[in-house]
């Protein structure tokens, strides 16, 4: 009846391409997902969804138009519905994001980045 | 316009009182809370709540009524709404809970354990 545990590094050892995310876990309507980033990410928002970055390995920042944020292993960052943000990251990045099962990855531009249907890992 | 780096470590440093769950996070209508937990809680479930467990520290026992599954630092577990549960912490566990913000800590039972309104921390 109920789930298997899941063992974070191992998600995230089996993810093989960069801004890819891949779902872990489905808590009602939102989704835990892993992802690997390397590079620099396209500045976009969500309109309607919150999202929430959880560095596990490596330095990410998160450029808003205002301001510079960097996230070490164990540090989170909300970033608000509405707000326009970019992830950049020097070095290749490990993470987990938590937002609402609707949140496109790209928000409101749609590019070569873009990923429609994620797949469970 | 956007939220300060949120340090797991010192989030989990401030919690002073065991089963009393904090929220470090809102995500939408999803809550992201830290607890630290020692004994065996209560017996219970959530009627239409999902809830993931995410151990960060320590080794935590969720007992379901056909089995017993362990829990050690960087391995989640999703418990399915309806499910009954019992967490036991024979040691003391720091904790990540991801779980919709309707959720109580004792689900279908309120007892002094209870936790109506959950500070941030």
Redesign the interface.
């Known amino acids: 009846?109920?789930?298997?545990?899941?063992?974070?590094?191992d998600k995230l050892a089996a993810v093989r391409e960069h801004w890819s995310p891949r779902i872990?876990?489905?808590?009602?309507?939102?989704h835990?997902k892993v992802a690997k980033l390397l590079g620099e990410f396209d500045w976009h928002h969500h309109e309607?969804?919150?999202?929430?970055f959880w560095v596990v390995d490596g330095r990410l920042l998160i450029q808003?138009r205002?301001r510079d944020?960097?996230?070490g292993p164990?540090?989170?960052?909300?970033?608000?519905?509405g707000?326009e943000?970019r992830p950049v990251a020097h070095e290749e990045v490990q993470l987990v994001l938590?937002?609402?099962a609707t949140t496109l990855n790209t928000g409101n531009i749609v590019n070569e980045r873009t990923r429609h249907e994620l797949d469970r890992i």
Chains 1, 2 share one sequence.
């Open positions: 009846v109920s789930s298997e545990p899941i063992v974070l590094r872990i876990a489905e808590v009602n309507d939102t835990v309607a969804e919150d999202e929430l808003f205002d944020v960097w996230l164990g540090e989170l960052l909300l970033v608000p519905r707000v943000h938590i937002e609402p």
